[in-house]
Protein backbone atom coordinates (compact mmCIF):
# COMPACT_ATOMS: atom_id res chain seq x y z
CA UNK A 1 0.00 0.00 0.00
CA UNK A 2 0.96 3.70 -0.81
CA UNK A 3 -0.41 6.79 0.49
CA UNK A 4 -1.01 9.59 -1.13
CA UNK A 5 -1.34 12.90 -0.32
CA UNK A 6 -2.04 16.10 -3.07
CA UNK A 7 -1.28 19.35 -2.84
CA UNK A 8 -1.20 22.84 -4.90
CA UNK A 9 -4.88 23.19 -5.41
CA UNK A 10 -6.49 26.80 -4.61
CA UNK A 11 -8.48 29.21 -6.28
CA UNK A 12 -7.21 30.17 -10.51
CA UNK A 13 -8.46 32.66 -12.67
CA UNK A 14 -9.35 31.49 -16.36
CA UNK A 15 -6.72 30.98 -18.53
CA UNK A 16 -4.34 30.87 -15.74
CA UNK A 17 -1.70 27.98 -14.81
CA UNK A 18 -1.55 25.86 -11.78
CA UNK A 19 0.65 22.77 -10.78
CA UNK A 20 -0.89 20.04 -8.44
CA UNK A 21 1.52 17.91 -6.59
CA UNK A 22 0.69 14.28 -5.52
CA UNK A 23 3.71 12.88 -2.60
CA UNK A 24 3.33 8.97 -1.94
CA UNK A 25 5.13 7.69 1.19
CA UNK A 26 6.97 4.08 1.24
CA UNK A 27 10.06 3.15 -1.13
CA UNK A 28 8.26 0.90 -3.85
CA UNK A 29 6.64 4.01 -5.58
CA UNK A 30 8.42 3.78 -8.81
CA UNK A 31 6.35 -0.25 -9.04
CA UNK A 32 2.95 1.99 -9.16
CA UNK A 33 1.08 3.55 -12.12
CA UNK A 34 -0.11 6.91 -11.62
CA UNK A 35 -3.36 8.14 -12.27
CA UNK A 36 -5.02 11.84 -11.98
CA UNK A 37 -8.78 11.89 -11.47
CA UNK A 38 -11.55 14.67 -10.68
CA UNK A 39 -14.74 15.31 -9.43
CA UNK A 40 -17.02 18.42 -10.12
CA UNK A 41 -20.11 19.07 -7.65
CA UNK A 42 -23.00 17.23 -8.71
CA UNK A 43 -20.45 14.65 -10.89
CA UNK A 44 -19.52 11.41 -11.39
CA UNK A 45 -15.68 11.24 -10.71
CA UNK A 46 -13.73 11.11 -14.35
CA UNK A 47 -10.30 10.22 -15.45
CA UNK A 48 -7.92 13.35 -16.46
CA UNK A 49 -4.83 11.26 -17.33
CA UNK A 50 -2.27 8.58 -15.84
CA UNK A 51 1.35 7.76 -16.44
CA UNK A 52 3.34 4.16 -16.68
CA UNK A 53 5.51 3.08 -14.61
CA UNK A 54 8.33 3.85 -17.85
CA UNK A 55 6.61 6.76 -18.12
CA UNK A 56 4.28 6.50 -20.94
CA UNK A 57 1.42 8.82 -20.35
CA UNK A 58 -2.47 9.14 -21.16
CA UNK A 59 -5.26 11.65 -21.36
CA UNK A 60 -8.71 12.56 -21.45
CA UNK A 61 -10.01 14.70 -24.18
CA UNK A 62 -10.86 17.04 -22.43
CA UNK A 63 -7.09 17.87 -21.21
CA UNK A 64 -5.63 16.90 -23.85
CA UNK A 65 -2.95 19.56 -25.11
CA UNK A 66 -3.55 21.22 -21.81
CA UNK A 67 -2.33 19.49 -19.07
CA UNK A 68 0.74 17.26 -18.54
CA UNK A 69 1.77 14.73 -16.01
CA UNK A 70 4.55 13.60 -15.06
CA UNK A 71 6.38 11.35 -12.07
CA UNK A 72 9.77 11.82 -10.46
CA UNK A 73 10.28 8.74 -8.83
CA UNK A 74 13.49 10.08 -6.48
CA UNK A 75 11.00 12.04 -4.99
CA UNK A 76 7.91 9.79 -4.77
CA UNK A 77 5.63 12.52 -6.34
CA UNK A 78 3.26 12.52 -9.35
CA UNK A 79 2.56 15.85 -10.72
CA UNK A 80 -0.62 17.53 -12.78
CA UNK A 81 0.83 20.74 -14.98
CA UNK A 82 -2.42 22.54 -15.76
CA UNK A 83 -2.78 25.59 -18.20
CA UNK A 84 -5.11 27.31 -20.22
CA UNK A 85 -7.69 26.64 -17.21
CA UNK A 86 -11.38 26.56 -17.86
CA UNK A 87 -14.03 26.77 -15.64
CA UNK A 88 -15.51 23.59 -16.37
CA UNK A 89 -11.99 22.54 -14.95
CA UNK A 90 -13.34 23.44 -11.78
CA UNK A 91 -13.27 20.09 -9.58
CA UNK A 92 -11.47 18.29 -6.66
CA UNK A 93 -8.84 16.28 -8.66
CA UNK A 94 -7.51 13.14 -6.98
CA UNK A 95 -4.73 11.45 -7.34
CA UNK A 96 -4.63 7.18 -7.37
CA UNK A 97 -1.89 4.45 -7.55
CA UNK A 98 -2.01 0.79 -8.69
CA UNK A 99 0.81 -1.84 -8.28
CA UNK A 100 1.83 -3.34 -11.17
CA UNK A 101 4.64 -5.23 -12.53
CA UNK A 102 4.52 -3.91 -15.37
CA UNK A 103 6.42 -1.17 -17.07
CA UNK A 104 3.71 0.01 -19.64
CA UNK A 105 -0.23 -0.38 -18.59
CA UNK A 106 -1.94 2.23 -17.68
CA UNK A 107 -5.54 2.78 -17.10
CA UNK A 108 -8.23 5.09 -17.55
CA UNK A 109 -10.50 2.87 -15.07
CA UNK A 110 -10.59 4.34 -11.54
CA UNK A 111 -11.79 0.27 -10.91
CA UNK A 112 -8.24 -0.11 -11.45
CA UNK A 113 -6.78 1.87 -8.61
CA UNK A 114 -6.32 0.71 -5.65
CA UNK A 115 -4.58 3.58 -3.24
CA UNK A 116 -5.89 7.29 -3.70
CA UNK A 117 -5.30 10.42 -2.20
CA UNK A 118 -8.16 12.80 -0.52
CA UNK A 119 -8.12 15.33 -2.90
CA UNK A 120 -7.36 18.91 -3.53
CA UNK A 121 -9.86 21.34 -4.79
CA UNK A 122 -9.38 23.54 -8.08
CA UNK A 123 -11.88 26.61 -8.81
CA UNK A 124 -11.37 27.97 -11.80
CA UNK A 125 -13.05 31.42 -11.86
CA UNK A 126 -14.56 32.70 -14.76
Known amino acids: QVQLVESGGGLVQAGGSLRLSCAASGRTFSSYALGWFRQAPGEEREFVAD???????FYAESVKGRFTIARDNAKNTVYLQMSSLKPKDTAVYYC????????????????????WGRGTQVPVAS
Open 51 to 57: ISRRGAT
Open 96 to 115: AAYATTSYCTISSDARDYSN
